[in-house]
């Protein structure tokens, strides 16, 4: 079987799943990046500077860059990808069928409606509806994600929330597959213990203070300014707080840093790659995401690999599956400054954090690219 997948850009998700898939060689793949051939290198808006990733993403499997003719290239707008030869460069290397990895592009919009009866279509999609509203305008626009769903065969579903947002758009169950949301957890779970203490050290934080850490883009849904608000409002003595990244709101936070009377016990780091991303879990205590909105949050996936206890908001489209009160961490309500304190206080142990760092590791051991190439691939051997 001949499997065409289309996707925007080489991604650190992504990639190991596609060199899986060739390596198995049960399917014959290729991948086709439409974003543009300046896809391996491009200006990330979210950080606000250019990332160029420090792992592999391009080893293991055949694939193809496509030309983007769009005025505005970009993966955060619809008419952002525009391949004017997609489709008939995967009719040229005959594809039995299709993998279409989110549709909110003009290209891949495209190719779902041109193949429709002809190939089957697969998607990949983390979606859900944490964050719908009522009224006449999000009636519309499920009317048109109704019609988007129709030329879909088949989808793989990350997680609970976006199972039943793929229902509420049409999909039945017999067309739905849980393929589990992944990163490389060995490679997270690695010991880097000397690494973590020396980055601690650096910061000047002991090792019976207790770090939380926060690492992403500085940009308002990541709600990086109320994790500090309610860190201040904790005021307890033998906490730290870690912001990691970079992004438009860097200046704010770093200027509300110097007029809080914690500012000696808040630090900053620049945006760090992957290969320096575990150091950075591992030398934390609880990780934080504050979002007001994330369809997953693979971040809270790393943590967890490497051993830590999480505390999310209600918006967070993992929480449902990964996070468990009493267990490996803590939900609060997204948005609420007193929930969150409230419940950073009652994580701020570190028997506790420990307990549920461990408790952590175990749960994500089977969330792991083996398992969703497994049944991602046993889906499409048996449905073609």
């Known amino acids: 079987m001949r499997l065409a997948i289309i ?73 952002g990808i525009k391949n004017p030869d997609l489709t008939s460069e995967i009719e040229a290397w005959k594809a039995d069928a299709i993998l279409v990895y989110g549709w909110s592009y003009y290209s891949h919009l495209k190719v779902l409606h041109y193949f429709k009866g002809k190939i089957s279509v697969f998607f990949r999609g983390d979606s859900t509806l944490l964050n719908q509203k009522k009224g006449v305008k999000n009636s519309i626009k499920n009317i048109f994600l109704n019609w988007v769903y129709q030329h ?107 007029v809080l009377k914690t500012a000696s016990r808040i630090h900053f780091l620049d945006f760090q790659n992957q290969l320096a991303m575990p150091l950075i879990y591992q030398s934390c205590d609880l990780f934080c995401m504050p979002s007001n909105s994330e369809t997953w949050g693979l971040a809270i996936n790393e943590a967890m690999a490497c051993g830590k206890a999480v505390l999310v908001s209600d918006k967070v489209g993992c ?16 948005g609420n400054m007193l929930d969150l304190t409230e419940k950073l206080g009652q994580l701020c142990n570190q028997a506790l954090l420990k307990a549920y760092g461990a408790a952590s590791a175990q749960i994500i051991k089977d969330w792991n690219f083996n398992v969703a190439v497994k049944t991602m691939q046993e889906k499409l051997l048996n449905y073609v």
């Open 152 to 258: 879909v065969n088949h989808a793989f579903f990350v997680g609970t929330n976006n199972k039943a947002y793929f229902k509420k758009l049409g999909l039945k169950e017999n067309q739905l597959t849980f393929a589990p949301h992944a990163i490389d957890n060995d490679r997270f779970s690695k010991g880097f213990l000397a690494e973590a203490e020396a980055i601690r050290t650096k910061l000047g934080i002991k090792k019976n203070k207790i770090l939380l850490l926060f690492a992403g883009k500085f940009e308002p849904v990541k709600n990086a300014m109320l994790l500090l608000k309610a860190f201040e409002k904790l005021d307890q003595q033998n906490t730290h707080l870690l912001f990691v990244g970079n992004g438009p709101l860097e200046k704010e936070l770093k200027a509300k840093k110097t």
């Open 7 to 79: 996707t925007t850009h080489p991604i650190q998700y992504f990639a190991p799943v596609f060199q899986l898939l060739h390596k198995q060689k049960k399917l014959k793949i290729k991948v086709f990046y439409t974003l543009g051939e300046t896809a391996q290198i491009q200006h990330d808006p979210g950080f606000g500077k250019i990332i160029n990733w420090d792992i592999p993403l391009l080893q293991g499997y055949e694939y193809q860059f496509l030309k983007n003719t769009a005025k505005k290239p970009g993966s955060r707008n619809f008419w």
């Open 319 to 334: 929480a449902v599956d990964l996070v468990f009160e009493r267990k490996n961490g803590a939900v609060f309500q997204a």
